[in-house]
């Protein structure tokens, strides 16, 4: 084996081990492989080698992401914005949003009884304030409309 193919073997070996981790994109993998110093042509082949082999997918990274970003009570503005950050295009991130058929109300409800119980709203700068909150956790103004009002 020469020192070109030990090296690649390697980077191969770094890139399985952050993908047994958790999911990554594509762009994100490539990113965190480049900061660690390997060189950015062969991270691009190899992350391309990966993705081939289905071992590398930026379908099942979205999915697990908007698992992941439900199950903490953020919303599809927020969520979409995020997956584009990592190099998840809009079709897709819309196809998994789509596809975990979330009742987006019904998580931004829940977020808001945890973080405010049933303290009803006193004056236009508590409902503004909460109002932003909502918003800044990715919800659609019309799930801020009906929650505040």
């Known amino acids: 084996m020469t020192a070109d193919e030990i090296n690649r073997a390697d980077l191969r070996e770094a890139a399985l081990r952050l ?4 999911e990554h994109s594509y762009v994100e993998l490539v990113h965190k492989l480049t900061r660690r110093g390997w060189p950015e042509t062969e991270v691009g082949s190899v992350v391309d080698e990966l993705a081939g082999e289905n071992l590398q997918s930026d379908e099942r990274f979205a999915e697990s992401y908007v ?3 439900v199950a903490k009570r953020y919303g599809p503005v927020r969520i979409r914005a995020e997956l584009g950050e990592r190099g998840i295009d809009r079709a897709l991130a819309e196809r998994a949003l789509r596809e975990q058929q979330v009742d987006w109300f ?3 409800a829940e977020w808001y009884e945890r973080r405010y119980g049933a303290q009803p709203v006193e004056d236009l700068k508590e409902k503004s304030r909460r109002q932003q909150a909502l918003a800044r956790r990715g919800f659609a103004h019309e799930h801020v409309r009906e929650l505040v009002g």
């Not at 993908?19 to 958790?22: E, K, S, W």
């Open 19 to 22: 993908l047994a981790r958790r």
């Open 67 to 69: 698992r992941s970003r």
């Open 106 to 108: 019904a998580v931004a």
